[in-house]
C-alpha cells in the first residue's frame, strides 16, 4: 500500500493509532469529556478518562462507543479528529491521512458507515476497514493465507470475536457483545450485591487487573476495595478475594466459552481436524485475564494459547497489511476528495 495511511484500532476500551513507517505511536483509553452545553469537547484519552465518574453537573465524561460500534457519532467524530491530529501534527487539513480502521465481525451496513462517516467527517481522505478478528489472526503471527485453519479469539472491552480462518478470508466467525466491560460490569454487580457496598467502573476494572481469576489453578489471595456502602450510605473499605471475582466471572466467561463451542460446532471437519492440532490463539486485553487459557482448555479440549502482547495484536495485524501489497483483505474502501 502507497500513500499517507494511518491505522486506528477503534476500541471500546482503548483507541490505538499506528503508522506503516513508526508502528503504534498512540494508545488511549476511548473517553471524552465535554460540556453538554455547547458540546464542546474538553478532553480526550487519558486526560478524560481521568475525569470519569469525577465531574461536576456541567460537565460529562463518556464512552463514545458501546459494545464495539458508535454510540455517539460527534463525540467519537471529535475524539477521532484529536488522535489524528496527535499522529500528523495539526497540518491535517492540508495533507488528509488515508485511514485503515478495524470493525468487529458482523456489524451492520449502518454501524460500518456510522464508523466511515465518522473518519471522514474527522478529516480523512479515504478510509478502508478491516475485520478485527483477521486483523488480530494477523498480529498474533497465524500463517491466516495457507490451506489450514486457524482459530482466533480476540477479547476486547466491547466485544468477543471468535474466527476460524483459511486461505486469506473467515470461514467461521461470531461476534459476541460480551467481553472485558461485561466482565468489569459482572464485578461491580457481584460486590454490590455480596456486600452492599456500591464500587465505579474504574475501581472494578483495577480489581480485575490486580486479583482477576478465571480458574481455581490462579488465585491472587485479597485486595482491599474502597466505595460507598448502600445501607449507610458512607465510605466503606474491605476485603475481597480473588475466588470472589472468580465467581463474580463466571457468568460472562461462559458466554464466552459457549460462543467459541457454538463457532466450532459450525466449522467444517477439515478445518476443525487443523485446529485440533494448532489449537486456538487468544488475543485482545481479555486475554490477560489469568487462567481463561485453562479454562477454555478445560472446556473444549483444546490446545489454547495466549499471543505475545495480546493487547497489540489488533495493531500490528493493521500495520503489517499498511507495510504489504495485499489490498485483498481490506473491504469497503471509499473516498472523499
Known sequence: MTGNYIGIDLGTANTIVCTKHDGIIIREP????????????????????????????????????????????????????????????????????????????????????????????????????????????????????????????????????VAVISLGGIARSVSLRVAGDKCTEAISNFIRKKFNVMIGDSTAEDIKIAIGSAHPSTDFGVAEVRGRNILSGL????????????????????????????????????????????????????????????????????KVFVSQNPHDCVANGIIKVMRSKDKDILIEKIRRD
Open 30 to 161: 476511548s473517553y471524552v469529556t465535554y460540556d453538554p452545553r455547547t458540546n464542546r469537547v474538553l478532553a480526550v484519552g487519558n486526560e478524560a478518562k481521568n475525569m470519569y465518574g469525577k465531574t461536576p453537573p456541567n460537565i460529562s465524561a463518556m464512552r463514545p462507543l458501546r459494545e464495539g460500534v458508535i454510540a455517539d457519532f460527534g463525540l467519537t467524530s471529535e475524539m477521532l479528529k484529536i488522535f489524528i491530529r496527535k499522529a500528523v501534527g495539526n497540518s491535517i487539513l492540508i495533507s488528509r491521512p488515508n485511514l485503515v480502521i478495524c470493525i468487529p465481525y458482523g456489524v451492520t451496513d449502518v454501524e460500518r458507515k456510522a464508523v466511515q462517516e465518522a473518519a471522514l467527517e474527522a478529516g480523512a481522505k479515504s478510509v478502508a476497514l478491516i475485520e478485527e478478528p483477521v486483523a488480530a489472526a494477523i498480529g498474533a503471527g497465524l500463517p491466516i493465507h495457507e490451506a489450514r485453519g486457524c482459530m482466533v479469539v480476540d477479547i476486547g472491552g466491547g466485544t468477543t470475536e
Open 235 to 302: 465510605p466503606a473499605a474491605m476485603n475481597i478475594y480473588s475466588s470472589d471475582i472468580r465467581e463474580a466471572l463466571e457468568e460472562p466467561l461462559n458466554s464466552i466459552v459457549d460462543v467459541i463451542k457454538t463457532t466450532l460446532e459450525s466449522t467444517p471437519p477439515e478445518l476443525c481436524s487443523d485446529i485440533y492440532d494448532n489449537g486456538i490463539v487468544l488475543t485482545g486485553g481479555g486475554a490477560l485475564l489469568c487462567g481463561l487459557d485453562t479454562l477454555i482448555a478445560e472446556k473444549t479440549h483444546l
